[in-house]
């Protein structure tokens, strides 16, 4: 894998390309059958990590957090806590088996995996799954940026653009280990304050465009 392009601090360039993209990963999710449009947390993301977690797990998530609260515009915050009953997001690192005795979800053979949970569009509660054995430093990396971005609202895979977090295809899982640009400019429109939840292709279209416009 060799990136074709090397993410930069602060929000990504606005273009035409990004619209595209936004449309593409930012409307419904991966698995179930949501509608096709816009979801988003709009209060704080508090975070339990439960299973095999080590001390190299915990700063992949803290700096995966840290990432994504740098992209965020709206006054949400994205924190680890130690106390599950107070989590909204439950984080396991471990065996399948062991997940989907905690919960009923069909991992297949999937080393990571989420699912969430919206009401009116809002996004208010998730859990996520990422082995904790059997991967590489890498593979691991990816995972964990993967699916706690994925939480989010960006709720899509792609086969377009291989250094892209969201990128995957039959044959190629991916494996970005970081944000392209790309990446950090769809996140970012999800959670600035223009944006809203619930609106469709069309709709969030001509959002994305008066945006642009706006600069």
Do not use: C, H
């Amino acid at each position: 894998w060799s990136k074709e392009e090397m993410p930069s601090e602060g929000a990504a360039p606005f273009d035409e390309t990004v619209i595209a993209y936004f449309k593409t990963i930012a409307l419904g999710f991966e698995n179930g059958n949501g509608t096709e449009v816009t979801r988003r947390w709009q209060s704080d993301v508090r975070i339990y990590l439960a299973g095999s977690v080590d001390a190299g797990i915990r700063q992949k998530v803290a700096q995966t957090l840290q990432g994504l609260n740098e992209l965020i515009e709206i006054n949400i915050n994205l924190s680890i806590v130690e106390d599950s009953t107070a989590s909204n997001v439950y984080a396991y690192f471990g065996t399948a088996n062991a997940y989907e005795q905690l919960f009923n979800d069909d991992l297949g053979n999937n080393a990571g995996y989420f699912t969430v949970f919206w009401s009116g569009d809002v996004i208010n509660k998730a859990r996520i799954f990422v082995a904790a054995n059997g991967l590489t430093d890498a593979q691991e990396t990816s995972l964990i940026l993967e699916e706690f971005t994925q939480i989010m609202g960006l709720g899509k895979d792609a086969p377009i653009y291989s250094n892209s977090i969201f990128y995957e295809t039959p044959s190629d899982p991916g494996f970005a280990t970081e944000y392209s640009e790309r990446d950090r400019a769809i996140i970012n429109l999800l959670y600035r304050p223009e944006m809203s939840v619930g609106l469709d292709a069309f709709t969030v279209d001509n959002r994305l465009r008066i945006m642009l416009d706006e600069g």
